[in-house]
């Protein structure tokens, strides 16, 4: 293992900042499905007035986000250690961007890769854990892949890569037919320990 990529919102951030509810009653997304895919279903013009409506949701959440319990001290321990760190997020780079200011300490610039939606299909396709392994110079194979929700499990999973469910001391969001997380931590504090243990060194 050489490198470490992290989901941002309610992994790298403090959870429950983006009231995902809140955002599909104001969309007309049934609560059972995923927002962007419920967006790229509709014709173009009806598409660009809800990501409007999602983009508000995600920038007043970005503007009060906090780093999450651990965040700052594991980010730090790893640029100590030079492991190449990255972000991957279903979020726009502007929001990454924004919620990163609140951050003492860490810049966009400690991260060997960020990777939010534009361009790219978003978790849980693997096609964002290759490209920030491509960036991280590393195979994903090669990547620990960290985050709160099933989709981080199952994009890391789908990519080869070997994968944290962070758990932040709620109940976990894999369902029966998803594939198993490599570890279950509920604190940033045991990733690093995990990474640690794991991590080949250069
Ligand atoms: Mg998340």
Do not use: W
């Amino acid at each position: 293992m050489k490198g470490v990529l992290f989901d941002f919102d309610g992994t790298l951030t403090r959870p429950g900042l983006i009231d995902f509810m809140a955002i599909k009653r104001a969309i007309g997304c049934p609560p059972e499905m995923a927002i962007l895919e419920y967006i790229r279903l509709k014709p173009n013009k009806e598409r660009s007035s809800l990501t409007e409506i999602l983009e508000v949701h995600e920038a007043k959440a970005a503007r009060l986000a906090v780093p999450n319990e651990g965040a700052k001290a594991c980010l730090s321990t790893l640029r100590k250690k030079r492991i190449p760190t990255g972000i991957i997020t279903r979020n726009s780079l502007k929001s990454v961007v924004s919620a990163l200011r609140q951050f003492e300490g860490i810049t966009c610039g400690d991260f060997h890769a960020i990777i939010t939606r534009e361009g790219i299909s978003p978790k849980p396709s693997p096609e964002g854990v290759f490209k920030a392994a491509e960036s991280m110079g590393c195979l994903a194979e090669e990547l620990m892949v960290v985050g709160d929700f099933r989709f981080d499990v199952i994009a890391g999973k789908r990519a080869g890569a070997m994968t944290i469910l962070l758990t932040n001391g709620e109940r976990s969001t894999m369902l029966p037919e998803d594939p198993m997380p490599d570890y279950m931590c509920r604190h940033l504090g045991e990733v690093v320990e995990i990474v640690l243990d794991t991590i080949t060194s250069p």
